[in-house]
């Protein structure tokens, strides 16, 4: 068994980084389409993500942008889980400036 499992189940890495309460949740998100890894749909939660790949995520009212920077081993505090991706969304432009 030399496979090279150098990934992470989608599901498990949005549940560790905190885009979703629950794994289950996530899975639910992904089967219904509000997932894209590197500009492709994806309804497969068991979809194996890297360091580099670019999600888009619908959820929450919101659609984010992110860049998968670390698998994680569990679902920490959030300062943990902030440092498993980089955020690319676009600044939201305040209503006042």
């Given amino acids: ?5 150098d990934g992470l189940r989608l599901d498990k890495w949005l549940c560790h980084a905190r885009v979703f ?3 289950g949740l996530a899975a639910a998100r992904i089967e219904g389409g509000g997932i ?3 500009g492709q749909p994806c309804r ?6 890297r360091p580099g ?3 888009t995520v ?4 919101d659609v984010r942008a992110m860049t998968v920077l670390a698998l994680g081993e569990r679902r920490g505090p959030p300062a943990e889980a902030q440092a498993l991706y980089r955020d690319d ?3 939201e432009v305040g209503e006042g400036s």
Avoid: C
């Avoid at 619908?58 to 009212?61: E, K, L």
């Fill in 36 to 38: 894209r890894v590197n």
């Fill in 53 to 55: 790949d670019r999600l």
């Fill in 89 to 91: 969304s676009p600044p």
């Fill in 44 to 49: 497969k939660p068991g979809r194996a993500v």
């Fill in 1 to 5: 068994m030399s496979e090279k499992v």
């Fill in 21 to 23: 309460k629950t794994r």
């Fill in 58 to 61: 619908s959820a929450h009212g």
